[in-house]
């Protein structure tokens, strides 16, 4: 975990996401990876599954692509257990 992270003065990222009521992840997979983003996942991911808390993962990558991103064994198996995938294939109107 980043030293910014780890810094008490102030607000945790990764706090802040796990206590949202609801947690959205806009344009998931975009962007440079850390080197800590499967640990910092993990975390997130693990305590609001554990707590049944909603989160929505919006991304233009495929199931594949997100599971290997997030970097958890397991995480495929809660996706389909208590999620949902919705996937809309349609032409951008951008």
């Given at each position: 975990m980043?030293?910014?992270m ?9 706090d802040r996401?796990?206590k949202?009521?609801t947690l959205?992840l806009?344009?998931?997979c975009?962007?440079g990876?850390?080197?800590d983003a ?5 975390q997130?991911?693990?305590?609001r599954y554990?707590?049944?808390?909603p ?6 990558a495929?199931?594949?692509q ?11 198996d809660?996706?389909?257990s208590?999620?949902?995938?919705l996937?809309f ?6």
């Open positions: 980043s030293d910014r780890k810094d008490n003065r102030i607000s945790c990222p990764v996401a796990k949202a009521k959205v806009d344009e998931f975009v962007g990876s850390r080197s499967p640990e910092t996942f993990n997130i991911f693990h305590y554990s707590r049944k808390k989160t929505i993962i919006c991304s233009n495929d199931v594949r997100l599971i290997e991103r997030i970097g958890l064994d397991g995480v495929e809660r996706f389909k208590d999620g949902e995938l996937t294939n349609w032409e951008s109107h951008r």
